[in-house]
Structures are given as C-alpha cells and as structure tokens.
C-alpha cells in the first residue's frame, strides 16, 4: 500500500487544481468541470477562482458563460450551495442530485414551513410546470405555482425571500436553475429549455458513479467522511458505496497513517510526483480550500482553522504555498487601484513575498488597476 504525508498530498491537489502551473487559455469549463463545479455564493469569488487556475482568464468570462453562451449553469448543487457547473456536466449533476435525501426530513418542512412532503413534492411538480420555457422573477412563479396549486399559503411563501430553501428541492429535481436577473430581482428558469447541451436524463447509479471519480480525481486521496461532507451529508454507507461502485478504479492508500482512497490511474503519476514551489493568492470560497475543510489542520501551520473557516459558512481567501494555507488576504478596490493587503501565519521566505506579489500584481491588471500591495503581521 502507498503511504503518503500531508506535504505530499498537498503538492499532488495543487497539481489537480491546476495550481502549480495555470492551465491554458480557454480552458475555463475544462477547469471547472474538474473542480466539480465552482462555489458560486459570492460571484466575483467563483470568477477569481478562475482567474487563480486559468491563464489569460478576460474579465466578464464567466458573466458571458453564464448568461450569453449557456455554457454554465447556475444552480443548488452539492451541500445545498450555489454552484456553476458546465453545462455538459448538468445531466450527470441531475441525476446525482435526484438521489439525494437532504431535503427530504417531514420534521424540518413540518416546523420550519409547516407542509408536508407530500405538499412539499405538489409544489416541487408545480414550480417545473410553470418555469417550462419560461423566465420568471420570485413573485412571478410565485404568482403562477399559485395560480397551477390553487394554493394561498404557496403564492405567499414563495414570494418571501425566507422561502429561498423551499426551492432547492426543484432545483435538485432539474425543475429549476437561475436566469439572468432583472436588475437587483433574481430570475429562474428550467435547465431544461434553458441549457442547449441539455439530454436525456442519467441513470443515477451511473451519475453518483461519476461524481465520485471526479471528486477523487479532484480532492483525492480523500475518505469516506471526505466524500460525504463535500456531497452535503448522507450516510456513511452511502459514501462507502460510491466508492466501492468504482471496483478497481480506486485504491486504498495509507494517509499519514489513515486509510484513504484516490483513483488507480493517478497512483503511478503521484509516485513519480517531482515537488515544486508554488504560490497562489485564492479567493474566498475557493474549491481547494471547501475540498480541505474536514483535514485543514494538515494544511495549516499550526493555528486555528477559524482563521479560514468563519462563522456563518464563510470561507476566507488564502495565501497558499505549496499547498499548505499559509496565510489570508483580502483586497478593495478604490477607484483605479486595488488594494491588496496579505496576512501571513508564519514568517515568509523572500521568495514567497516575490511570488504573492506577483500574483498581487496579474490580480492588478485582471481588474486594470493600479496595486497598492500591503503585508500585514
């Protein structure tokens, strides 16, 4: 059995998210659909998680993808979260999101909404009917879901923004992803009439199949709790059967003493592994950062994960060398300059300060600013 360290480990992800070296031009989908989608609770977050991994990334690339192009979908997607994912990954997301049983506790709909599953599966139906080939605002499907159900008390909860969980379970179903919104006011449609590269629905064996291979490939070795928490809970038999479903295309491994498991074909790459020095400034919510958030005291230098995980589910932008969170950072811009200010957890070497300003430096010309490049200890 290969046995691995968290150094280790560390230099082969940043390899898989294309972080020792910047993937090409033009390759802005490939890169995420590797990383299993982009984290999209803050959008300019997703588009810098981009900008950190692709080379010649153009301001409004993504904003285009999504809205222009159709090449990204904005949906719920793993652990309930807003996510892009590339169109052509869609129907594998569907099928996997199908299985899922998050939304699907009569407890949590009976205290917290005060329907049941069977209401909650009536308005799931009817939020599909009425987006088919359609673009609505909140209150318009709001309006229309009353209109199809007869129902008051779902034209009235649909239109209140606290609602905003409530439509989660369609978006899981395929009923339901964003359309451009209308000034501050947020719209949705179907996938369906609004993806061009949308297909036939999966077999969900084979989609959960997938996701797991793409997840190894992404954030292995990983374990059972790995795939689980990233997936957004479940059961642990679940996660074992997600892996098992890849017979030999994974393999166990031994992490630091710890059994975990990464895809067959990438053990011979990992072995002949030659480390290199690396720095990247990531952005909040980055996707290395998420995939790291069971085991981030390996990648840290000894100091509290909550400097990077805060409370409320936010996840702080990171100073990453080697692999290893060794540091935060954070940026404003102000008229034509940006400021970029760096905390770092431990002293810093020189020829990481040269390489984080560096970085400081393209984030400056991706936002055609000026830099203002402070180091704060």
């Not at 153009?58 to 904005?74: I, M, T």
């Not at 009569?106 to 599953?117: D, E, H, N, S």
């Not at 009536?122 to 605002?137: F, S």
């Not at 892996?243 to 975990?260: M, W």
């Amino acid at each position: 059995m290969i046995k691995l360290t968290w150094p280790r480990l560390a230099a082969w992800r940043i390899r898989r998210h294309h972080l020792h070296r910047r993937a090409p031009a033009g390759s802005m989908l490939p890169v995420a659909s590797r990383l299993c989608g982009l984290h999209a609770q803050v959008m300019s977050s997703a588009e810098l998680t981009l900008w950190a991994r692709v080379e010649g990334l153009k301001p409004g690339a993504v904003h285009r993808a999504l809205w222009q192009d159709r090449a990204l979908v904005k949906t719920w997607a793993a652990r309930g979260t807003l996510h892009l994912i590339p169109a052509t990954d869609f129907p594998v997301w569907r099928a996997a999101l199908s299985t899922s049983r998050r939304y699907r506790t009569p407890a949590f709909w009976r205290r917290c909404y005060g329907i049941t599953l069977d209401e909650l599966d009536r308005l799931t139906q009817a939020i599909g009917v009425a987006l088919d080939g359609q673009v609505m605002t909140r209150e318009e499907l709001a309006e229309e879901v009353g209109r199809l159900t007869g129902s008051a008390a779902f034209r009235t909860g649909l239109a209140q923004g606290g609602w905003g969980t409530i439509l989660k379970p369609a978006a899981f179903a395929g009923h339901l992803c964003f359309a451009p919104s209308q000034g501050q006011r947020v719209r949705f449609t179907r996938p369906d009439s609004w993806v061009r590269a949308h297909s036939q629905p999966l077999d969900p064996k084979a989609a959960t199949a997938e996701l797991t291979r793409r997840f190894l490939g992404a954030y292995g070795p990983a374990t059972y709790e790995d795939l689980r928490r990233w997936w957004g809970g479940g059961s642990m038999v679940a996660a074992k059967q997600w892996i098992a479903s890849l017979g030999e295309e994974v393999t166990q491994v031994n992490l630091d003493g710890a059994p975990a498991w990464m895809l067959t074909a990438d053990i011979r790459k990992l072995r002949d592994l030659v480390p290199a020095k690396s720095v990247s400034l990531l952005p909040a919510f980055d996707q290395y950062v998420i995939g790291a958030s069971r085991h981030a005291e390996h990648l840290l230098p000894g100091i509290s994960r909550s400097r990077i995980y805060r409370p409320q589910g936010w996840v702080s932008a990171v100073l990453l060398v080697n692999g290893m969170m060794q540091g935060t950072w954070r940026h404003e811009t102000k008229g034509s300059t940006v400021e970029v200010v760096i905390e770092p957890f431990v002293k810093t070497p020189p020829w990481v300060r040269r390489a984080a300003a560096h970085e400081a430096e393209r984030l400056a010309s991706f936002l055609d600013c000026t830099l203002n490049l402070t180091w704060q200890t």
